[in-house]
């Protein structure tokens, strides 16, 4: 005899359409981030949403390195959509999943109304780290954006950091420019 569960896959409300994204490269999500940091996942705690009863995951993690931005603390949390709790399971498409013990490079945004930083676009803000043999770390995927990085195989946090600045430090020249053109008196075109 066979037993059915039903699981909640998630509540949408509105229509369903078809939805596109623009393409958009790591280094633009990087630029758009408030906070690049390098981190360890502590723990994760899925629960349940008493007001709502949607199901979050709470992931606790430990700063390695500050790359973009600084952080106030050594540890912070996380909150997102998804997980399994109280015997429901929610699925949110493009929500990363961590594991303790794992090392990420993840891409912050603002804090929110709760008081947990934002990801920056979901999955593609986070990106594992794993080390070699010697024990450094690398990028377990290549990024796109960072002209630096364009060939290179095996990207190491150094080197992302690195190109990180130098992508960082090339848009602040740029706005800058931008701007001392935007206020210089426009030349009269004689005709």
Sequence with gaps: MFAAAIVPVGVFAGSIGA???????M???????VRVVAVRCVGCRAMRDVESGFVFT??????????????????????LAGGTADGVKTVVVGMPTFRPGSEYIVLLGKENRSGYPTLVAARRGVVRLVR????????????????????????????FRTALRIDTDRRKRDAERRKTDAARPKKKSSK
């Excluded at 280094?27 to 981030?33: G, N, S």
């Design 132 to 159: 070699d043999k010697e024990g450094k770390r690398h990028l377990k995927r290549g990024v796109s954006g960072f002209d630096d990085l364009a060939k290179v195989r095996r990207i190491s946090l150094a080197l």
């Design 19 to 25: 939805t596109t994204f623009e393409p958009v490269s």
């Design 58 to 79: 709470e992931i606790e993690f430990s700063l390695l390195e500050d790359l973009k931005g600084r952080s106030a603390s050594p540890r912070f949390r996380l909150r």
């Design 27 to 33: 280094a633009e999500l990087a630029h758009r981030a």
